[in-house]
Structures are given as structure tokens and as C-alpha cells.
T-cell receptor, first 114, second 114 residues
Framework: NAGVTQTPKFQVLKTGQSMTLQCAQDMNHEYMSWYRQDPGMGLRLIHYSVGAGITDQGEVPNGYNVSRSTTEDFPLRLLSAAPSQTSVYFC?????????????FGNGTRLTVT | SQQGEEDPQALSIQEGENATMNCSYK?????LQWYRQNSGRGLVHLILIRSNEREKHSGRLRVTLDTSKKSSSLLITASRAADTASYFC??????????????FGGGTRVLVKP
């Protein structure tokens, strides 16, 4: 039972490069989301999806794109990496998009932008 | 912006002692959840308490919620070295808008010394 799988685990980018962080879940969860975690800042919501074909912005969406073509996958795209995007990125899913549904997290992607 | 603020930021105790951490939040909520994060891993859901509940137990965990003070506490009894982790509170907004948009605090780092 894999749960939420994120790849890669580590990535180093140069400023201006683009890349896609992958996230897949095998629990048939409707809701998926991306958070970034910075020291002392807790986790901040980047984008989320309440089902295939539906996405919306969170608290800090600038510089990131998402799409949800299947229930299982929710990739996060960095369009033109900036040093301010150096962070640990977590994908999380829950059974539905209703409040009170516990989130299941992947183990994160640690991104460094130089 | 952070909805929840944990206190203390760090806590060091001996194995067998109890650990208490607090979370304060700013706006009304439907639910409050506590998560644990081990170093280098994703967050793991521990317990959820609804706004109409005052106390909840799960194994060695006890959570209280005081909506009049907009605060919650997490008590870990008879701590073990394996409880060493960061602990986060997370709240969801009171309005039933789309999305399980949890807002996380900055976390409490707990070190349990053997």
C-alpha cells in the first residue's frame, strides 16, 4: 500500500529552469493538494484539487502550475525557478474535499534553486 | 498567513515524562487536527477534534479544545524516544467552501531523551 508517492526526493535547479514535481496516490482520494514547508513558517498551501479536472489556487500559488487529468496524479510545475522557491514540497490527499477529512502526506521533495 | 501558532517552539523532556504543547488560532473553525512529522518525512495525522468537542483521547494522546479562547492543547503521556518529532496543529475554515484547505501552524519540536 504505497499511499502518496512523490518524486524526485531531491532536486537542484538553476534560476530560470523549469521542472515538474510528481505526486501520485493509490487510495482513490478525491482531494489532492500541494504545500511548501519553510523553516518557521509551517506549511503553506500552493494549489489544490477537489477532483479530476478541477484545480484552484491556495495561499501561495505564484510561480506554480498544476493540472489534474486523473484521480491518481497531481503534478506541480515550476515555470521558471527562483531562489525563493527553495523549499520542501509536500503533496497531500484526502478522501474528499470536506473539512475534517485527514490529509495523507507524501515524504516530500527537497528543492534547491541556485 | 498562519492560522495556528504553536507554543512552545521547542520542548526537551526525559523518557517517561509528559509533553504538552499548545496551539492558538485566530478565526472560527470547524475542526482542529494535530499532525506529527518525523525528521525528513511527511506529516502523519494524529487526531481530529471538532468545534463542538472539548476533549478527545487516542492512546497516549489527549487533545483539548477551547473555542472561547481559540486554543487547543496536545498532551503526550509517558513519552518515548520514538515520540521525538515536530508536532503541528491545523485548522479548517468554518465555511463549507470547496477544498480541504487546512492551515498549519509553525510546529513544536519535541525531543525525548532516553
Amino acid at each position: 500500500n504505497a499511499g502518496v508517492t512523490q518524486t524526485p526526493k531531491f532536486q537542484v535547479l538553476k534560476t530560470g529552469q523549469s521542472m515538474t514535481l510528481q505526486c501520485a496516490q493509490d487510495m482513490n482520494h478525491e482531494y489532492m493538494s500541494w504545500y511548501r514547508q519553510d523553516p518557521g513558517m509551517g506549511l503553506r498551501l500552493i494549489h489544490y484539487s477537489v477532483g479530476a479536472g478541477i484545480t484552484d489556487q491556495g495561499e501561495v500559488p505564484n510561480g506554480y502550475n498544476v493540472s489534474r487529468s486523473t484521480t491518481e496524479d497531481f503534478p506541480l510545475r515550476l515555470l521558471s525557478a527562483a531562489p525563493s522557491q527553495t523549499s520542501v514540497y509536500f503533496c497531500a490527499s484526502s478522501y474528499d474535499g470536506q473539512g475534517g477529512s485527514p490529509l495523507h502526506f507524501g515524504n516530500g521533495t527537497r528543492l534547491t534553486v541556485t | 498567513s498562519q492560522q495556528g501558532e504553536e507554543d512552545p517552539q521547542a520542548l526537551s523532556i526525559q523518557e517517561g515524562e509528559n509533553a504538552t504543547m499548545n496551539c492558538s488560532y485566530k478565526t472560527s473553525i470547524n475542526n482542529l487536527q494535530w499532525y506529527r512529522q518525523n525528521s525528513g518525512r511527511g506529516l502523519v495525522h494524529l487526531i481530529l477534534i471538532r468545534s463542538n468537542e472539548r476533549e478527545k483521547h487516542s492512546g497516549r494522546l489527549r487533545v483539548t479544545l477551547d473555542t472561547s479562547k481559540k486554543s487547543s492543547s496536545l498532551l503526550i503521556t509517558a513519552s518515548r524516544a520514538a515520540d521525538t518529532a515536530s508536532y503541528f496543529c491545523a485548522t479548517d475554515p468554518p465555511l463549507k467552501a470547496a477544498g480541504n484547505k487546512l492551515t498549519f501552524g509553525g510546529g513544536t519540536r519535541v525531543l525525548v531523551k532516553p
